[in-house]
Each structure stands twice: as structure tokens, then as C-alpha cells.
């Protein structure tokens, strides 16, 4: 197909097919777009159409689109829709779980001796080094080491980790 005949199928049937596709999709701009694919694929493919003949054919490619990405539509409200109900509606299950385990570590927090304690919410809750809980505390390193190492020893027993 010639750039002169493709034009001459342009102008003979561009307004015709958006206005179906309004029809169809009553949507402006996805029907102009709708309408601009279906000539561009008839580019593409280089299809020997007469531009006033073949009006069917361009219907049945518009037709075709329009479906398509109605369904792409539908298929990412779904899966849009379904994502916000997981954020939405935590599993309740789960949030007990989180509540009990969040109240024995704060209570097995409590249980740590104070030497053990320190170093702990120094190192997690502060995120010192262990070289820097060693010089504002005025111990070596080895020693801290040695009561983060307690720390979590009793913590993992008293939360049941393994």
C-alpha cells in the first residue's frame, strides 16, 4: 500500500471508526487513540485494502483493540482491587500474634539483667557499634560482646525462638 492510498483510507474512514469506537467505549480519547492503532496496524501490515471498500476489516481490527484493552482494563482493576483488600484487611490471625509476641519481648526485656539490657537497646534500638557501646561504657569490646551474646541467648529462650 502506497502512502497515497493509506492517506485516502485515512480520511475515508478515520472519523467513521472513532465514532464507533465512542459508541462502543464512550470514551474521546481512548477512541481517537483506538482509532489511530487500527490505522497504524493496517500500516504495519501493509494490508491491500481500497479505501472505500474494505471498511469492514478496519471495524472488525477496531473492534478487536477496544476488546483488548478492555480486558487489560478489567484484568488491572482486578488485580488492583484485590491488592488493596491485602492491605486493607490485615489477617487478623496474624495481628494477634504480632500483639502476644510484641508483649512477652517487652516483658522479657524487663527479665534481662541491666548490664545485658543496656547493651542490647544500645546496639538495636540506638544502632551503636560495638566498639562505640564499649567506649561510652568504659569496657572492652570482648565484654560487650559477651553480654549481647546473653542478651540474646535469654531473649530467644524466652521467646521461644529457635
Known amino acids: 500500500m502506497t502512502q497515497k492510498e493509506f492517506r485516502m483510507l485515512f480520511e475515508a474512514h478515520f472519523e467513521d471508526i472513532r465514532r464507533y469506537l465512542y459508541f462502543r467505549s464512550a470514551d474521546a480519547a481512548l477512541s481517537t487513540d483506538i482509532a489511530q492503532e487500527t490505522f497504524l496496524k493496517v500500516w504495519e501490515k501493509q494490508f491491500e485494502l481500497e479505501p472505500h471498500k474494505d471498511a469492514a476489516l478496519l471495524y472488525k481490527i477496531s473492534g ?14 482486578k488485580i488492583h482491587r484485590e491488592l488493596v483488600l491485602q492491605l486493607v484487611e490485615p489477617d487478623l490471625n496474624q495481628e494477634v500474634q504480632y500483639r502476644e509476641l510484641k508483649e512477652r519481648y517487652q516483658k522479657a526485656l524487663i527479665k534481662l539483667n541491666e548490664k545485658q539490657r543496656v ?3 544500645m546496639s538495636r534500638m540506638e544502632h551503636f557499634t560495638y566498639r562505640e557501646i564499649a567506649e561510652r561504657l568504659g569496657i572492652s569490646e570482648k565484654a ?4 549481647m551474646n546473653g542478651a ?6 524466652e521467646l521461644e525462638i529457635t
Open 144 to 147: 560487650v560482646e559477651k553480654r
Open 152 to 157: 540474646l541467648k535469654f531473649l530467644r529462650r
Open 119 to 121: 547493651v542490647f537497646m
Open 64 to 77: 478487536d483493540i477496544l476488546v483488548s484493552h478492555i480486558r487489560r482494563e478489567n484484568l488491572s482493576r
